[in-house]
């Protein structure tokens, strides 16, 4: 299937989950840009222009991700959820975007890249 190659911010506090993923992105393809853990450091990468995709976490140590969602939604730069909550740990608000179950399988996650880049196109 693949996608174009992106420039990719990973915001997940497991540390090991996000090394995985960072690994699977880089055989895919994909440049990871950078790794946070925080909603506050997420929200200084969502602002720069070397990143035109995102893989949230929802609940990063108590905090919903809910706030860089919104800042990735307003800049046009497609993302998607990846959580052990699937769809139930959406905000009513974020209902309609896509959300992969951890663990989650490596061709889940390139179709949920590719689909929610042609969304963002459309």
Do not use: W
Not at 1 to 10: A, E, F, N, Q
Not at 75 to 89: H, L, V
């Amino acid at each position: 299937m693949g996608t174009d190659p992106r420039r990719i911010l990973i915001v997940e506090d497991e540390f090991l989950i996000a090394m995985l993923l960072e690994d699977l992105l880089s055989r895919m393809g994909h440049h990871v840009v950078a790794c946070v853990a925080r909603v506050d450091e997420a929200m200084k990468f969502v602002d720069q222009p070397d990143i035109d995709f995102a893989i949230l976490d929802i609940n990063l140590g108590g905090e919903k991700s809910f706030p860089v969602a919104t800042l990735l939604r307003r800049r046009k730069i497609p993302f998607i959820f990846a959580t052990g909550y699937g769809t139930e740990g959406l905000a009513d608000e974020f209902r309609d975007e896509l959300a992969l179950r951890k663990p989650y399988d490596p061709l889940d996650l390139e179709r949920a890249i590719a689909q929610a880049c042609a969304r963002v196109r459309s």
